[in-house]
Structure formats: C-alpha cells, structure tokens
C-alpha cells in the first residue's frame, strides 16, 4: 500500500524526537499497518508552506505548542479531512470543543494522547478501556517539574528555591518556570482529563489551580511526623451538585498510590465502582516520550481511529468542596491556646485527627490534620483564629487526600 | 439505531456481574456508540442452544473459561463472522493463534483485555498505545491471588500454610488453588503479553513456571534484611537470542516500581527505550472489575476495532537466562566457609553484592544476593556447593531482580 504521508508543525526538542523514532519504527508500523509512514514535509516558524504541506499530507502532527498559529492550523487541516495529532494542552484545554467538534463533523480523528500525562496512555485508557465505566475521580500527578521540585525538598531539605534550581540545571524546568510551578501547566491536563472522564466541557478557566511556590521546607518535614508526603495534585471528580477540576498541593497518606511517585515522574490514579482503582506512572514527558505517545497515535490513525463523542451534558462546576486539610500556624505556648483554637475549628465543622507542636514560648508551631469539611468552613475559622492575639502571622492551609487504601 | 445483541456464554461469577454492569451502563454507552447493547440470550450448562444464539447475535461474549467447550463455541462464532470478547486465558495461551488467524480471515475481532491483569488496560496499551514501541521487557504481578499470600506472609510473619488458608477464606484462593499457587495462571497471561509485545507465536508451552508453595517465611524474614520484598513475578523480555518468557518468585529492591504493590493486586510494568517505562496497577481480577474489562471490550467491538495483526517472526525461547540470585544455605559456622563458598560462586562467575549470616555454630543461615549471571553458572555452583561437608541440605535459590530505578 502507498506510505503514510505526515505533515510536521513544528521540529524543536519534541518535534525532532519524533521525527528520528518515526524513522526508526517505519518498518515495523508497516508490518503492523501496512502503510509506511514518513514525514512529507515539515513546517517551523523559518520554513515551509502551511497550504503546500496541507496538499501533499494524509495526516497532520502538530508539535508547536500554545494557541496561536497552532489553532489555525489544526482547524484547516480539519477542515479538509485530515486527521490531526496534537500534543498541545493549550490549545486543547481552551478551544477542544470547537475542535473535536469540528473532526465530528468532517469525520476525521483528533489525537491527543501525547499531551497528558507524558508516556501514561490515560487518554487512550479513558477514551476506549473505561468508555463503559462511570469515572467517581481521577487524581493526578501530571506535571513532572514541579513533582521533582518537591520530592528534591523532600529527600535533601533544600527550600523552594534550592530545588527549582537544580531542577533547571537538570533540565527537569525552565529557565522561565511560571507554567509549570504555578499549576497552569497541569490544570490545562486536568481540564482534558475531566472532558474524557465525565464526558462534559470542560474550560481551562474552569480549573481553579495553586502552584508550588509557597510551600517551605518546615511545612514538608512537620507533615512528615503525621506520615504525609506533599505532592502537586490534579484532581477531577464528581459531587452532588456537578465536578470539581482543580490542582493544589496536596499531602497523601503513605498507602496512597500516588504517595510513592518521585522525581520527574507522572501517574493517574482513575477511580470508579466497577474498577475499584487504576493506577497508571511512568516518567513525565520528556521529548522520547511524548514521540513515543504521538507515535501510539500516528499507529491508531492509519487504521481509522474513532473522533471523540460529543459532550453528553453540562455538569456545573462546584466551587466549595469537602477536603480533609493539614493546618500550620504560630502561636505564643500558653494554656488554653490548644483549646480556644480547636473549638473554634470545631465550631466550623472541623475535628481534629492528628496535632505535632514544636518549639515552646512565643513562637511555637501547631500543625493539626483535620478530618473533611468544607474548604468555606475552614477559611472561616482560619480567618477567625487569624484575629486571635497569640497567632502569628496568618494560619497556612493545605489539602489532604485522605482516603483509604490498601 | 438498532440494539446491539450480546450473546454470552456463562453466567458464573464474572457473567452475572457483566449481565448487571451491561444493565447498568447500556444508556451510557448507547450514548457514545449510537448502539444500545442488550443480553439476546445466555448458554450456560443447563440452558441454551449455541446455534440459535449465534443465530440471535451481533458479537459473543464467552466467560465459560478452559479449553472445551470455550474452543468450539468462539471458533463457531469467528467463523460465522461475528466478533468475539473473551475472558479466557487458557484458550489464547493455547489456542490464541489459530483463533486470531481465523479473525483475520473472516475480518472480525477477537477481543481479550479481561483476560490479563484484571482491570488495567495492559492488552489495550499494548496492542494501540505501544504499536510503534519496540518493547524490551515485560514485569508483571499478574495473579493476584499469589500477592495476597505472599504480602500476607511479609506482613504477619506467617507461613505459607496460614496465608493460603486466609486467603481462602477471604475468597482470593479458590479451594483447589493449584493453578494460581503453581504460577500456570500466571504463565497463560504472560504468554498472551509476550505474544502482544514482540509480535511472536508464544504458547503456553514455551513459559517455563514455577509457583510459591516452596516459598518459606525464613526467606522472606532474611531478605528483607537485605532490602528485598518477595513477588511471583512474570517477565516477558527480549534477548540476545530471542526472548524468554517466566514465571517465578523474584526479590525485588524497594525501588523497583512492583515492589510496593501488595494485597490483591495485579501490576505491569512495559520497558522499552523510547519511553523508560510504564507501570500500570489494580486490583486482580474480581468480578465486577472483569466485567468492567469485557465492557470496554464491548464498546470497542461496537465502535469496530481491529483485529489483532499476524506474528511478525519466530522468535526463539532462550531457556538459559541471567539473573541476580538470592541464595539461602544452611552451613556450619567454622573458619573458612564463607571463603571456600565463595571462591566457588566467583569460579562460576558470581560476585557476591551482599551477605546475611544468622545463628553460630552447626546450622547457621548464610543469604547472599549474588551480581547477575547465567541461571545454568549458579546451577553448577549451587551443585558443587551442595557437595561439602559442612553445608546441610541443598543450598536454594531465588532470582533477584536488580534494575536501578529512581
């Protein structure tokens, strides 16, 4: 049968890996397939004809990232009955209804594995292999910067500071990080994620998200004594009154599957009844490893893969939702702190699982883990505490996952 | 569109548990597919005629399990030209070529993820996400009910004995567990990964097995010292001369990515350069979660998916494999054994990276993990070894897998 002709966007660090892992995989995706892919042409910002490539392709990669001319792009090539294959977040996390639609519409396939969650086949997992299944929740470490970041703070005890430069001297971040340890990074992951597993829009503006930037040595080693480890986590799931997207730091309990995850990895945790839980890990997407994902769908395309269904419905977005929370504050150790404190933690719904105090006199640290509550009620009572004379300085709050597992 | 007919063949454990997960999620998947799956009809021993459901039906579903009458019933149906979905992993590992080879030729699917590894989607990923991949190596914790035991003995300190009995108890071990505890369960799934990832015939017949009844709870008390937890692990990977495929108990350094997957679970980790490496978990195959499996099967089957490619060639099966080795001998505690059993271990070319000696006197234990060498070199130093005076019974051994992982 004739080659598989590709079109390329794009031949930076991701571009060029998959350029060289096409070359050397051809022979056996034609044995498989029976058609030899081969890159036909290739566009980047200093050469090549978007129109002409258009012409003499059966598929279009696109590789450049961000929205614009990536938007444009893949919306012609669309719109002239070419199967697209992304690893754009971005754009998909923005402007993926009109897309996806639109491949409806020519009959043509979307392909995106390769931008969630590195070499992690979750898109492919929750498009065909969970399709049946009705997914509760996906927690996820999806961004492997700011995962190396933490785990860097947590094996060395170097600060913030310290471990997002050695993550850079590694490769691991940017030299302009913001993305990545400001969460945007990973909320744009989740945003995709959450559209595959409850089959409804969803918007990158629709994931609340927090970075990594704030968190201190002392809040990782204090949580350490309660057997917590902290982690940059997205997650998506289904309340009562619709979803929750939104990506935080979070500390885990250590049987949780995501608790052991280190370095510049990434893996997804799906949960539903009929499955229990799948977790998925692998590293995150360096450049072999997204080709290696864009490839898996370059294979999927040849033999007509399917274009994502539409949207079943709109599920609201909850803004309030229920977590269990580890709080830090600076108090003066006088009696009756402990006890003004925990009532008025109580009052809001709070009770308390664990307490470590550290240090004595006027500035000791209270770290308590509370059992699940409204994050409303909890910035009530931090507010409240906050006013007391003793407390120093504002109490910090962060998430706790706080489910059982084996 | 008109509803989609399922006939399904068995109605135990994991064909009642699909009859209700269809009931429950056909809505669901009518909205993503167009088509609305319905049971036509159900054969079981008592009830039924196989010609008038092949008759009656769009695809097969067979959860009969074993070789007759399952054989028979898909083959009946591929050649009628329907699609078939199946849990049984005796029939492919023995049968699987002439099955898919009869797909093929009648251009219909025969579809297996439920019969691997529980509820994660290792078939999937292997046959879409890894098509262009060229895969090294396969590890993988595929019978759940050899976990249990084993996690149970590192846990509690029992013995085999007692942690088969709970197991039982706890319906992970069926009252005949022969199959799981002798590793042939695990072989047949490793067979039909093999097959997937190096695009080789393999039959059950060429996975040399061995099960955990020998396993001792001294052998996991002493490794553990070492750093060692004890798997019944499945590898699958390329050699030199072609590819070996196993199944046996292996230590494992709490690093490695299987180490830490414990009770009921079932977890694969796929090597392969371009994307390091990929590990999946769950929970083994309990009803609901094989159901879940067979379900997304479905909505593949409806959706039309492809059938599963020729072998590409045969590969040969290496028997004599390289390993590192924990080795337990029971020696008498004088000047210069440790020397002159060491000296006969480095003749065969086993450097030693560690040592354990527990007890004085006429029955001390001495444990090593030897560096990696050729299966049949440790052999004949074992056998040489087993020849002195001072050893009591024959020294024993098991592998140690000795991958660096972050």
Known sequence: MSAYRIGLLGHGTVGGAFDALLAERAQSIERITGRRPEITGVLTRSRGDFADLLERSDAIVELIGGVEPA????????????PVITANKQLLSRHGEELW??????????????AVAGVIPVVRVL????????????????NGTTNYILSE???????????????????????????DVGGADAAAKMAILARLAFSTPVHFDDVRFEGIAGITRDDIA??????????????????????????HPAFLYAGHPLASVNGAFNAVTVESDAI????????????????SAVLGDVVAAIGGAAALGEPLERLEVVEDVVSAFYVHMEVDDRPGVLAQIAKLLGDAGASIKSVVQRGIGE?????????????SSLRGALSAIGELDYVHASPRAISVIDEEFM
């Open 127 to 142: 498009r065909e292999s969970l399709a049946g299944a009705h997914v509760e929740r996906i927690h996820g470490i999806v």
């Open 222 to 247: 204090y949580a350490r004594e309660l057997g917590l480890s902290l982690k940059l986590i997205g997650t998506a799931e289904r309340l009562a009154g619709g979803i929750s997207v939104r990506v």
């Open 363 to 375: 500035r000791a640290q209270l770290m308590m883990v509370t059992h699940p509550l409204a994050q």
């Open 101 to 114: 639609s639109l491949a409806r519409e020519r009959g043509v396939t979307l392909s995106f594995e390769a």
């Open 71 to 82: 938007l444009e792009y893949v919306g012609r090539a669309l719109e002239s009955g070419l």
């Open 276 to 291: 229990t839980e799948i977790t998925m890990s692998g590293p995150g997407a360096g450049g072999s490893q997204t080709a």
């Open 153 to 179: 703070m947590t094996r060395s005890g170097s600060d913030y500071g310290e471990a997002l430069a050695a993550a850079q001297r590694l490769g691991y971040a940017e030299a302009d990080p913001t993305d």
